[in-house]
């Protein structure tokens, strides 16, 4: 029989225990590629893993000193040297290189299984399978706007995460 004032196992919380959680997270795909966005403020500490089918991510928020910790099983295969990340003050933005460009992920994750801190970008979500290449501009306004955002010195997303349509050109603009 438990005494009275003893405590169990289960009744202590460490720090780290009790402040840990997943980042809510927002994502949409591409052709070659698929955006996933970690909505958090202030981040530090940011550590991004990127593997064949598996995504890893985790960070501390400054504003709120919390820790969060994100795992992900892909859908598809991804081109993990080739996949990167660019931290900002709002967010962390994960650039994924489909290892099959043109193949679209009807969901980020191999399980159907709803995820309450992943939701779909709309925003930025396109029905790209049915559309022809010409209509990119939103994507490219979107490209120079990351790339204009500041944050941590990586290569350019827009150059390092181009679909595997080479043949694309930019059009002229409007007179």
Not at 4 to 24: F, G, H, I, N
Not at 137 to 152: A, H, L, Q, R, V
């Amino acid at each position: 029989m438990r005494h009275l004032y003893q405590r169990s196992p289960w009744d202590v919380a460490t720090k780290e225990t009790a402040t840990m959680q997943a980042a809510p997270a927002k994502w949409y795909d591409r052709r070659g590629t698929v955006f996933i966005e970690f909505c958090v403020e202030d981040s530090k500490d940011v550590q991004v893993k990127f593997d064949k089918s598996k995504l890893d991510f985790s960070c501390i928020s400054l504003t709120d000193d919390i820790k969060h910790h994100n795992t992900v099983d892909l859908f598809g295969e991804i081109d993990p040297k080739e996949s990167k990340h660019r931290r900002t003050d709002r967010s962390v933005l994960c650039c994924l290189l489909k290892a099959e460009a043109g193949k679209s992920w009807p969901r980020l994750t191999k399980d159907k299984t709803k995820i309450n801190w992943l939701s779909v970008d709309f925003s930025n979500w396109k029905d790209w399978e049915d559309d022809s290449d010409e209509d990119l501009s939103s994507f490219d306004k979107f490209s120079e706007m990351m790339n204009n955002m500041g944050g941590d010195d990586l290569p350019d997303l827009d150059e390092e995460c181009e679909s595997a349509d080479s043949d694309d050109e930019k059009m002229p603009d409007l007179e």
